[in-house]
């Protein structure tokens, strides 16, 4: 039994993909939102809780064009965001799932103003702060952690 979890670990550590001449980016700290891709964070108000998942893949919107998303649950219901930073830091609305979508029906990418800590796709409005989002405003009501 001993060879077999021995042998498991050498594998396990054999197969890491580490390169310890490039150090881990910090990805948190360059994006708008202050969370990784893959991370969640539950606000509590009306109606319950309300989940923001930073979606952990890309979609293809097009031209060459790849966007990260937000998914926001509530109460069974879900909603997508699409969005893009450019290296300057501008963040773009590249669209709302099942609603509308940058490059279709003549729909262009809305450019979202980060001033003033919030960040405004539609109906929805993200306050921010360094350590990622700290309340969300919804139709249905303001959601704080």
Same mark, same amino acid.
């Given at each position: 039994?001993?060879?077999? #979890?021995?042998?498991? &670990? ?5 197969? %890491?993909?580490? /390169?310890? $001449? +490039?150090?881990? !980016? ?24 309300? #989940?923001?998942?930073? &979606? ?5 919107? %097009?031209?060459? /064009?790849? $966007? +990260?998303?937000? !998914? ?74």
């Amino acid at each position: 039994m001993r060879l077999v #979890v021995a042998a498991l &670990v050498l594998l396990l550590v054999g197969c %890491g993909s580490s /390169d310890p $001449a +490039s150090p881990p !980016t910090d990805i948190a700290s360059t994006t708008w939102i202050g969370m990784q891709p893959g991370d969640a964070r539950a606000f509590d108000g009306p109606g319950g809780e309300l #989940v923001l998942v930073y &979606v952990d893949e890309t979609y293809d919107i %097009g031209a060459d /064009d790849y $966007a +990260s998303a937000l !998914t926001w649950s509530h109460g069974g219901e879900y909603t997508t965001d699409y969005w893009i930073q450019d290296d300057d830091g501008t963040l773009w609305w590249y669209g709302r799932k099942g609603k509308w979508r940058a490059g279709r029906n003549g729909e262009e990418p809305r450019e979202v103003d980060l001033a003033g800590g919030t960040a405004t796709f539609g109906d929805t409005v993200i306050t921010l702060s360094d350590d990622g989002p700290t309340q969300v405003e919804t139709p249905h009501g303001v959601y704080t952690p």
